[in-house]
């Protein structure tokens, strides 16, 4: 059965649905496998070139997902992602995509990994970077089928255990 969905990037505007889907999956019994955003954190996710993309069913937002563009508060990526500093400025980070319970299962990640990488490409950066919870399977399988790399296993800066993969976007 095919489904329309339509997809486009948030404004800000937007943010009270997805802080309304960050309520609705704070529920949820994987919950702690995922980090959660306040309106602040949402609202930093759309200036200069960072995006927050968001997919709808029937006018009603079942997804969203943000890629952010290295910048001089993000310098940590430098020793996370064991990024050389002459490429720093080339390189985006896909930040955690919220789905609806309902539509798990669906490849919603997949769809926006690809988009977000097609964005990246088109503003001219080289390298994609994506952290998961270790126990976070079906993300797992969705980052690695879509061809990045483990890095390492360590803590992030908010002390949470991830896995960090990295991508190059020739």
């Not at 609806?100 to 988009?115: A, E, H, L, T, V």
Request: proline share 1%; net charge positive; hydrophobic share 35%.
């Amino acid at each position: 059965m095919k489904v329309k969905l339509k997809d486009k990037v948030a404004k800000k505007e937007d943010i009270n649905r997805c802080l309304y889907l960050e309520k609705i999956i704070a529920n949820e019994s994987d919950s702690n496998l995922h980090l959660s955003y306040n309106k602040k954190d949402l609202i930093h996710k759309l200036v200069n070139k960072n995006k927050i993309l968001l997919l709808f069913y029937k006018n009603r937002l079942i997804a969203y997902s943000n890629v952010e563009l290295s910048n001089k508060d993000r310098l940590n990526w430098i020793d996370e992602f064991d990024i050389k500093k002459k490429f720093f400025c080339f390189v985006g980070y896909l930040g955690g995509t919220r789905v609806s319970s309902n539509f798990r299962g669906y490849s919603i990640q997949r769809f926006f990994i690809r988009k977000r990488e097609e964005y990246l490409k088109k503003i001219g950066c080289k390298l994609s970077l994506i952290t998961v919870h270790p126990k976070n399977k079906y993300s797992l399988n969705n980052i690695v089928s879509s061809n990045y790399i483990l890095i390492k296993k360590n803590k992030n800066i908010f002390g949470k255990i991830r896995l960090f993969y990295k991508k190059s976007l020739n």
